[in-house]
C-alpha cells in the first residue's frame, strides 16, 4: 500500500461515517466564528429550535467591520458609528452569550483577525480539523491542520452537529526548494505559485507546501503562505510538523501543558506526508527563481516581478487572455509595458489576515525606521492583527517608528484588506497592500490593489511608488 | 432549503472568467445579518453608476447601460450564462443568496471556485458545469436569438436547446439528491447522532486536548 499523504491522514483521521453515496461525514475540532457570515447560521438553528452540539469547540471574535479607529473603538460596540455594522458586532455579542460560546470581544485581549487569534491563542493545534465562514481559514494549515472557509449553510451544520458533509479532494504538493533571497518573503513565494498556477490551479485540490523554502520558513511565514492558497484556487493549504510548529504551540493559552502535551507532540510528530505518498499533482518551484512580486492587475495571479513590466496585449496567447487584460487595464489606469516600478500609490495598507503578525510589523518597521512617508502619499494604515501583536508591537516601540515616519497605528481588525469599515480606497486610488485580494472594487469602489510583502510596502510609503525593496535597503535613512 | 427538479427560462450572461463574489456582491452588503433582499445588489458595480449603500432604495439608481444583464433582452432571466472559475474568492454565501434573490434558479458555466459550488447547493441554485466548447455554443445561441430559452433536467442531468442540442452534466449523487428532494441537510446528518457520539468518545480518549480546553 502507498504511503499516505499529511492531507489523508487528516482526513482519515477525522472521518465519522463513509455514505454509499460516496459523501463522507467529517469531524470538525475547531469553528471559528465572526460577526459577518454568522448571524444567519445562528438565526438558522433557532428555527430549527436546535442548539449548538458542543460549546468548547468554538470560539469568536468581531473582526470584519469593527473601526480600527481609536476614538471609535474605545466606544466600544454602543460606539460604532456604523449602525448596520454596530448591530451586526451586537448580534455575534448577543448569539455567544445566549449559548455560552467563548467570545473575545471588540476590545478584549485576545481579540483580533480570527485566523491571527486562532493560532495565536493556542486555540488550533497540529491534526485538528478546522472550519470557519471565511475563506482565508487555510492559514490554520501551516500548523498542519486540515483547515478550510465554510459557507453560512455550514457554519449553522457545524454548530448543530459538530460535522460537515465532505467529499475527499485531490492531494496537490508544491514543492519550492532552494534558499530565497534577500528582500523575497513568504508573500512573494506565495505570488510566485499564484502566478504561475493561476487562480484556479488549486481548484479541487488541497495543497502542502513541501521543500526546503517552506522549512526554513517561519510560522508565521508560513500562514502568509497557507492563507492565500485559496488565492490559487485550493480552500486547503498545508504544511507539514516539525519542531518549529511544536516551538511555536507550546506554551499558548488552549494548548495542553505538561504531560498531555508530550501526549500531543508524539501524535504531532506523526503529521508529516509519508516518504512514498503519491499526489495526484505536482508543482515545482525553484527559490532562486522568486523575486519581490507585485499584482498588477485584478487578480492575484496577475502577478509579476518588481523589476518587470506590466504585460502587453499583444504577448497574449489567447483572445480570452486578450481580453482579460484588457479589462485589467483599464480597470487599473495602466498601460502594456510600463515598468512595474513607475506605479504611482496613494495609499499604503500594511495589515489582514495575509500580513498582520509581529513579524510583518517588525518587517515593515525595518523599512519605515528613520524614513518619511512619500508626501505625495494620502494615508499609510498599519493595522495589526491583534490586540496581542499590537501590545507586542507597542513594547518593541514599532508604533512610534511608524508614527515617526508619519503612518497611521491603528486597532486590530480587517480594516481595509475588504473595507467593510471606514477603511478604503477613494476611486481610481492605486493602494500598496499587504492584502491578499487585488479584486475590482475590493478595497474600495473603484480602488486599485497592488498586493505585496510588508517591507515592500513599507519601501513604497516612502518612494510614493512601487520600488524593489533590495535596492532601496540601501538607501539613504 | 427549495427543491430543484426541473427549470425553463431565459438566459443571461455575465461573459468574462474568474467573476469573484467581491463583484457578485459587493462587501458593504454583507453587513445584513438576513438572507434575503441580495438581489436588488446582485454584481452592483458592474451594474450600476453610482456606489451602493446596504438598505438604500435601487430602482432609481442609475444603470450602466453596457452591462449586458441591464438590457431588455434578458430582463427576468432565471439561467446565467457564465465563464469558467465562476464564484472565486470568498466564501460568502451571500453570493448564491443574491443571485438566487435575483431570481436564477441556475448557473451554466466550465467550471466554479470550490467553496461558491457548494453554497450553491445549499440554496437551490444549481450550478451546471459544462465544456468550454458547450458554453461558447450557448453563448453563440443566446446572442443569436433574443428570448432565448434553455431547458434544464436535473433527474436526467441534461440541458436542453431549442435547436436541438442536449448537453449532460455531472454532478455528485449526494448533492443531486439534497437539490431534487429540497432535504434539511442538517437533519440528515442529525441522524447519525449516535455515529457522532462514538467517534467524539473515541477522539477524546486518544486526543484528549482538542477537548475542554476553550470555556
New interface residues.
Given amino acids: 500500500m502507498a504511503g499516505r499523504t499529511l492531507y489523508d491522514k487528516l482526513w482519515d483521521s477525522h472521518l465519522v461515517k463513509q455514505n454509499s453515496d460516496g459523501s463522507s461525514l467529517i469531524y470538525i475540532d475547531r469553528h471559528v466564528i465572526h460577526e459577518v457570515t454568522s448571524p444567519q447560521a445562528f438565526e438558522g438553528l433557532r428555527l430549527a429550535n436546535r442548539k449548538p452540539w458542543r460549546l468548547d469547540t468554538n470560539i469568536a471574535t468581531p473582526d470584519h467591520n469593527i473601526s480600527t479607529d481609536k476614538s471609535e473603538r474605545d466606544a466600544g460596540v454602543a460606539g460604532m458609528t456604523d449602525e448596520v455594522s454596530r448591530i451586526q458586532v451586537q448580534t455575534l455579542d448577543d448569539n455567544c452569550d445566549l449559548y455560552g460560546i467563548k467570545e473575545f470581544k471588540i476590545n478584549e485581549m485576545g481579540q483580533g483577525i480570527v485566523h491571527v487569534m486562532g493560532p495565536e491563542l493556542g486555540a488550533t493545534m497540529p491534526g485538528m480539523t478546522v472550519v470557519c465562514g471565511d475563506s482565508h481559514t487555510a492559514t490554520h494549515g501551516a500548523l498542519a491542520c486540515l483547515a478550510h472557509g465554510i459557507g453560512t449553510s455550514e457554519v449553522e451544520h457545524v454548530l448543530a452537529t459538530q460535522c460537515l458533509v465532505a467529499k475527499k479532494m485531490k492531494n496537490m504538493r508544491v514543492t519550492v526548494n532552494g534558499t530565497v533571497g534577500a528582500g523575497v518573503t513568504p508573500k512573494d513565494v506565495v505570488l510566485a505559485i499564484i502566478g504561475k498556477i493561476g487562480t484556479a490551479g488549486g481548484n479541487e485540490h488541497a495543497i502542502e507546501f513541501a521543500g526546503s523554502v517552506f522549512r526554513d520558513m517561519s510560522i508565521e511565514g508560513r500562514m502568509t503562505v497557507c492563507n492565500m492558497a485559496i488565492e490559487a484556487g485550493a480552500r486547503v493549504g498545508m504544511v507539514a510538523v516539525d519542531q518549529k510548529t511544536i516551538d511555536y504551540c507550546e506554551g499558548r493559552q488552549f494548548v495542553p501543558k505538561g504531560e498531555m502535551f508530550e501526549q500531543a507532540v508524539v501524535y504531532w510528530n506523526t503529521l508529516t506526508s509519508d516518504a512514498d505518498a503519491v499526489f495526484d499533482t505536482e508543482v515545482v518551484l525553484h527559490a532562486d527563481d522568486i523575486a519581490p512580486q507585485v499584482t498588477w492587475g485584478t487578480s492575484p495571479e496577475m502577478v509579476s516581478a518588481v523589476t518587470a513590466s506590466v504585460p502587453t496585449l499583444d504577448e497574449q496567447p489567447t483572445e480570452e487572455k486578450r481580453k482579460g487584460l484588457e479589462r485589467a487595464l483599464e480597470y487599473m489606469g495602466l498601460e502594456g509595458g510600463q515598468a512595474i516600478e513607475s506605479i504611482k500609490v496613494d495609499r499604503v495598507f500594511i495589515g489582514s489576515c495575509t500580513n498582520s503578525r509581529i513579524e510583518d510589523m517588525r518587517a515593515a518597521a525595518a523599512v519605515a525606521k528613520g524614513r518619511q512617508v512619500a508626501s505625495s502619499v494620502k494615508q499609510v494604515l498599519i493595522v495589526p492583527g491583534s490586540q496581542m501583536v499590537k501590545a507586542q508591537a507597542e513594547a518593541e516601540g514599532l508604533d512610534k517608528i511608524f508614527i515617526d515616519a508619519g503612518m497611521d497605528w491603528r486597532e486590530p481588525g480587517c480594516s481595509m484588506c475588504l473595507a467593510m469599515n471606514a477603511d478604503k480606497l477613494g476611486a481610481g486610488e492605486h493602494c500598496a497592500s499587504t492584502s491578499n485580494r487585488n479584486f475590482e472594487g475590493r478595497q474600495g469602489n473603484g480602488g486599485r490593489t497592488h498586493l505585496m510583502s510588508p517591507a515592500m510596502a513599507a519601501a513604497a510609503a516612502v518612494a510614493g511608488h512601487i520600488v524593489d525593496v533590495r535596492e532601496f535597503a540601501g538607501g539613504d535613512q | 432549503m427549495k427543491a430543484f427538479t426541473t427549470h425553463r427560462g431565459l438566459v443571461g450572461p455575465m461573459d468574462?472568467?474568474?467573476v469573484?463574489t467581491?463583484?457578485i456582491i459587493?462587501?458593504?452588503f454583507?453587513?445584513?445579518?438576513?438572507?434575503s433582499g441580495f438581489g436588488p445588489n446582485l454584481f452592483d458595480?458592474l451594474r450600476y453608476r453610482d456606489?451602493g449603500q446596504?438598505?438604500a432604495d435601487c430602482s432609481n439608481r442609475p444603470l450602466k447601460e453596457d452591462f449586458p444583464l441591464n438590457f431588455p433582452r434578458y430582463k427576468g432571466a432565471s439561467i446565467l450564462l457564465a465563464?469558467?472559475?465562476f464564484g472565486?474568492?470568498?466564501?460568502?454565501?451571500h453570493a448564491?443568496w443574491a443571485l438566487e434573490d435575483y431570481g436564477f434558479n441556475a448557473v451554466i458555466a466550465p467550471?466554479y471556485?470550490?467553496?461558491f459550488y457548494?453554497?450553491c447547493f445549499?440554496?437551490g441554485l444549481l450550478p451546471v458545469i459544462l465544456t468550454e466548447e458547450q458554453v461558447d455554443v450557448l453563448f453563440k445561441e443566446m446572442e443569436a436569438e433574443e428570448g432565448y430559452q434553455l431547458a434544464i433536467d436535473l433527474p436526467s442531468q441534461t440541458v436542453t436547446t431549442d435547436s436541438g442540442h442536449v448537453f449532460s452534466f455531472e454532478l455528485?449523487?449526494?448533492r443531486k439528491?439534497c437539490l431534487l428532494n429540497g432535504l434539511?441537510?442538517?437533519?440528515?446528518?442529525?441522524q447519525?447522532?449516535d455515529?457522532?457520539k462514538a467517534?467524539?468518545a473515541e477522539?477524546a480518549a486518544?486526543?484528549?486536548?482538542?477537548?475542554?480546553?476553550?470555556?
Fill in positions: 468574462r472568467a474568474n469573484d467581491d463583484m459587493p462587501k458593504q454583507l453587513k445584513s445579518i438576513k438572507r458595480e456606489e446596504p438598505g465563464r469558467k472559475n472565486c474568492g470568498s466564501s460568502r454565501e448564491p467550471s471556485a470550490d467553496i457548494n453554497n445549499k440554496n455528485d449523487e449526494f439528491d434539511d441537510e442538517i437533519g440528515l446528518t442529525l447519525n447522532a455515529d457522532i467517534y467524539e477522539r486518544q486526543h484528549p486536548w482538542v477537548f475542554g480546553a476553550i470555556k
